[in-house]
């Protein structure tokens, strides 16, 4: 089989293909599986440029965490999965449900990812796909979808009428605004594009607010909101905008941090936290059966995800690497495999 590896040394020109002997099922309950699809989600950015440590012991590197396909070989105990079945990976193959206890390891990470033609793990860590879902839509999940399920339904559970912020067009912002809107709230959105913008007004945002046009697109929030506030920020920003996130979320509202996108440096004041009885949180993303609901709930309601306008073949992974790293991306990019 082929496969890639990473050298987090600074630099995405360290992805390297490989060959190497395709995987046999190791134990009784083991499955393999040949990927058919991956997606790419910031944090693989950021352990591929050695910006997180990897805590793999100094194993092979196989990145990505994201990534589905098809049942190949099953172990002699497996009852569940056969081969023919279409399956997709769960970001942490061992937590199954409940709280997280810190000691989760998640694929693409400390454990070998999903960027090899086939993919052996646990049959617990493997979830069915919908009969009517691609292999392509299946594969945005596990990372971006669950973690954006986890803030709207898990932590901040949201309600028709109530009004929700996202920021950009990232994988976990859009997968927000749609699991959002399909819920019957109101999305506001940000961005720093006008092309952005358009495809958020696609996906269905009700306001969208351009910060690089309205740089205190807080007070932007509060008056499209006639001074309340939104109930639920997806806060995706980090440092530099947990400050305005603080002033544009409602009395007694939710903010989730979910990402760093716009850096680790910067302020903020604490005391709306008391004075506005807010409730914040951080999420990192989330359960087996978190997946398997947010799959559900997007078949049920007639969605898929949203992918980003360039599809990559495998060989070309490096281009799907490069274009994430730009932000020329919107939506999840997406890597087909032969």
Same mark, same amino acid.
């Given at each position: 089989?082929?496969?890639?590896?990473?050298?987090?040394?600074?630099?995405?020109?360290?992805?390297?293909?490989?060959?190497?002997?395709?995987? =046999?099922?190791?134990?009784?309950?083991?499955?393999?599986?040949?990927?058919?699809?991956? =997606?790419?989600?910031?944090? !693989?950015?950021?352990?591929?440029?050695?910006?997180?440590?990897?805590?793999?012991?100094?194993?092979?590197?196989?990145?990505?965490?994201?990534?589905?396909?098809?049942?190949?070989?099953?172990?002699?105990?497996?009852?569940?999965?056969?081969?023919?079945?279409?399956?997709?990976?769960?970001?942490?193959?061992?937590?199954?449900?409940?709280?997280?206890?810190?000691?989760?390891?998640?694929?693409?990470?400390?454990?070998?990812?999903?960027?090899?033609?086939?993919? %052996?793990?646990?049959? &617990?860590?493997?979830?069915?796909?919908? &009969?009517?879902?691609?292999?392509?839509?299946?594969?945005?999940?596990? %990372?971006?979808?669950? +973690?954006?399920?986890?803030?709207? %339904?898990?932590?901040?559970?949201?309600?028709?009428?109530?009004?929700?912020?996202?920021?950009?067009?990232?994988?976990?912002?859009?997968?927000?605004?749609?699991?959002?809107?399909?819920?019957?709230? =109101?999305?506001?959105? =940000? +961005?720093?594009?006008?092309?952005?913008?358009?495809?958020?007004? !696609?996906?269905?945002?009700? &306001?969208?607010?351009?910060?690089?046009?309205?740089? !205190?697109?807080?007070?932007?929030?509060?008056?499209?909101?006639?001074?309340?506030?939104?109930?639920?920020?997806?806060?995706?920003?980090?440092?530099?905008?947990?400050?305005?996130?603080?002033?544009?979320?409602?009395?007694?509202? &939710?903010?989730? %941090?979910?990402?760093?996108?716009?850096?680790?440096?910067?302020?903020?004041?604490? +005391?709306?936290?008391?004075?506005?009885?807010?409730?914040?949180?951080?999420?990192?993303?989330?359960?087996?059966?978190?997946?398997?609901?947010?799959?559900?709930?997007?078949?049920?309601?007639?969605?898929?995800?949203?992918?980003?306008?360039?599809?990559f073949a495998f060989e070309n992974a490096g281009n799907a690497y490069a274009r994430f790293a730009a932000r020329s991306h919107s939506g999840k990019v997406t890597i087909q495999f032969p």
């Amino acid at each position: 089989m082929k496969y890639f590896t990473i050298e987090p040394t600074g630099s995405l020109d360290n992805l390297v293909l490989r060959e190497g002997q395709e995987p =046999t099922p190791e134990n009784d309950m083991d499955v393999v599986v040949k990927i058919k699809a991956a =997606t790419l989600n910031y944090k !693989d950015l950021v352990l591929g440029l050695g910006w997180l440590p990897l805590n793999n012991d100094g194993a092979e590197y196989v990145p990505l965490s994201d990534g589905a396909g098809e049942v190949v070989s099953v172990g002699s105990a497996v009852e569940d999965l056969a081969p023919g079945d279409r399956v997709v990976g769960a970001f942490f193959p061992d937590w199954q449900d409940g709280a997280p206890t810190g000691n989760e390891r998640a694929l693409g990470r400390e454990l070998s990812g999903m960027l090899s033609e086939f993919v %052996c793990l646990p049959a &617990h860590a493997w979830v069915k796909i919908p &009969h009517e879902m691609s292999f392509d839509d299946a594969a945005a999940f596990p %990372c971006a979808g669950v +973690t954006a399920w986890n803030v709207l %339904c898990e932590k901040g559970d949201v309600k028709p009428g109530q009004t929700v912020l996202t920021m950009g067009t990232g994988g976990v912002s859009m997968f927000a605004l749609q699991i959002a809107k399909a819920a019957g709230a =109101t999305v506001i959105a =940000t +961005t720093g594009g006008s092309e952005k913008e358009v495809i958020l007004r !696609d996906a269905g945002a009700d &306001h969208v607010i351009n910060y690089q046009q309205s740089p !205190d697109w807080d007070q932007e929030v509060l008056r499209l909101t006639n001074g309340k506030g939104v109930d639920v920020i997806v806060e995706v920003g980090g440092a530099q905008t947990f400050q305005k996130s603080l002033n544009a979320v409602a009395f007694g509202g &939710h903010i989730s %941090c979910v990402g760093v996108l716009a850096g680790v440096d910067g302020m903020a004041d604490p +005391t709306n936290i008391i004075f506005k009885s807010l409730s914040v949180d951080g999420v990192f993303v989330g359960n087996t059966r978190m997946l398997r609901e947010v799959m559900n709930f997007f078949q049920d309601k007639g969605l898929r995800p949203i992918p980003d306008a360039e599809v990559f073949a495998f060989e070309n992974a490096g281009n799907a690497y490069a274009r994430f790293a730009a932000r020329s991306h919107s939506g999840k990019v997406t890597i087909q495999f032969p």
